[in-house]
């Protein structure tokens, strides 16, 4: 009988720990690659126009077109925002990856606190962008990102404090949150991406996005990663085999959709934006 309930304990051979590991390492595998590929995107898309003098070639490929960036306070808020998304997107993911926490604790330390403060300056500026310049398709389409600023602020303080009172289990999960919030335009992006594909085109979508699905997207982008973060939070704690295993489930469909979302945002977004600025520029 004992036999008979470790067996049903494991599928695939594979314990309900070790399914939810191996889930969760998949897609923050995942996230990195996309991650670094956002960044390659940034850095090509802003910062080579910027450093040879073209940035009215990449004004034009933009996805803000219409903003002038040749100069003014506005333009520096808005490369103020752009270009350290290219950082945060090269090294945030590295403060949740356990071994590198471990194994590096003054990079993860010092690494952590450039993440932080960029995270507030780009909230800040974002919201200033949005709501100051008024770099937005419309006023409730800007809605979930406007919250998405709002909460990054109000998270990325708890996890600092967190961090200096030493109370690293409640630092852990504030610190994920304030990823997943930091990034929350770039997943809008690829679960927008990911829906165009699916459906091969607009679906409650409009060019001001504020269709329904827009409005959908723009607030699950990181309410959705948010609830699949608490998920595994709980599931770690929990002793239940249950809970374990819907956790590693719903992880895994987490990292097939992220992948099919990175896959689109590459082929219908930076790679097509890439070979214009290049051409462009050469």
Not at 71 to 96: E, K, R, T
Not at 160 to 182: C, G
Not at 198 to 215: A, E, F, K, T
């Amino acid at each position: 009988m004992e036999q008979l309930t470790v067996n049903q304990k494991n599928i695939w051979g594979m314990s309900a720990d070790s399914a939810l590991k191996k889930a969760v390492t998949s897609w923050v595998s995942i996230v990195l690659v996309g991650q670094w590929a956002f960044a390659v995107y940034i850095l090509s898309l802003y910062a080579i126009p910027l450093l040879i003098g073209a940035v009215h070639q990449a004004d034009e490929i933009s996805p803000a077109r219409g903003f002038d960036t040749s100069g003014g306070f506005d333009s520096i808020m808005f490369f103020s925002h752009i270009l350290p998304a290219a950082i945060m997107a090269s090294s945030g993911l590295l403060q949740i990856i356990p071994k590198i926490r471990k194994t590096y604790p003054q990079f993860h330390r010092w690494n952590g606190r450039v993440f932080f403060v960029l995270g507030l300056s780009g909230a800040v500026t974002g919201l200033y962008l949005t709501w100051g310049a008024g770099i937005r398709f419309s006023d409730i389409g800007a809605l979930g990102i406007t919250l998405n600023g709002v909460l990054i602020l109000v998270v990325i303080f708890f996890a600092w404090k967190t961090a200096v009172k030493k109370q690293f289990i409640q630092h852990q999960r504030w610190a994920v949150h304030a990823f997943i919030l930091v990034n929350g335009v770039w997943t809008f992006r690829l679960f927008l991406m990911g829906w165009y594909l699916v459906n091969q085109g607009q679906n409650g979508n409009n060019n001001n996005l504020d269709g329904p699905m827009d409005l959908t997207i723009s607030f699950a982008c990181y309410l959705l990663p948010m609830l699949f973060a608490e998920l595994i939070f709980w599931a770690k704690r929990s002793k239940t085999e249950n809970v374990k295993w819907l956790a590693a489930v719903t992880t895994a469909i987490a990292a097939v959709i992220t992948l099919i979302c990175v896959i689109a945002a590459a082929m219908m977004m930076w790679g097509p934006r890439l070979c214009m600025v290049f051409e462009s520029i050469l």
